[in-house]
């Protein structure tokens, strides 16, 4: 059967549900189905500890990539050129001083929560003496 307005094979196909991993029921009419055992978060589910620990790293993570986004667009609002690295530091943040033609050079570290620093973002640090700045924040969203 094609739609008439939009060009599109549209099919009653409940072949689809067969792959998901609730258990679902199917009713008569294919617009209304009824899902059992489908977990949205859902509190008082018991859960495995290895899930739980899944879930708690999970939330961290997100936590720390939220405090990360926060701080790049903070620097950037700044004038700061944002370049991700990987190893000692998060970013490296360069801005030109127009009037004077030199270049401003910051090593960004961004923490959330009570995180410490590895060690080796302590050696970064003290490579880098003056230049490596370890933002603390706690995200506005995540």
Request: glycine content about 6%.
């Amino acid at each position: 059967m094609i739609c008439k307005t939009c060009s599109v094979e549209k099919t009653n196909n409940l072949s689809f549900l067969n792959n998901l991993s609730p258990k679902i029921i199917k009713t008569k009419s294919p617009s209304i189905i009824t899902m059992i055992d489908f977990d949205f978060n859902d509190p008082f589910r018991p859960r495995s500890k290895k899930q739980r620990q899944k879930d708690k790293l999970s939330k961290i993570r997100s936590k720390g990539k939220a405090g990360e986004d926060q701080v790049q667009m903070n620097y950037m609002l700044q004038g700061y050129k944002m370049e991700r690295t990987g190893r000692g530091h998060d970013f490296k943040a360069t801005r030109t001083n127009y009037f004077t033609g030199r270049t401003e050079t910051k090593y960004v570290e961004v923490k959330t929560g009570n995180a410490q620093l590895s060690p080796l973002q302590r050696k970064s640090k003290k490579k880098h003496k003056g230049h490596y700045v370890e933002e603390r924040v706690d995200p506005w969203w995540y």
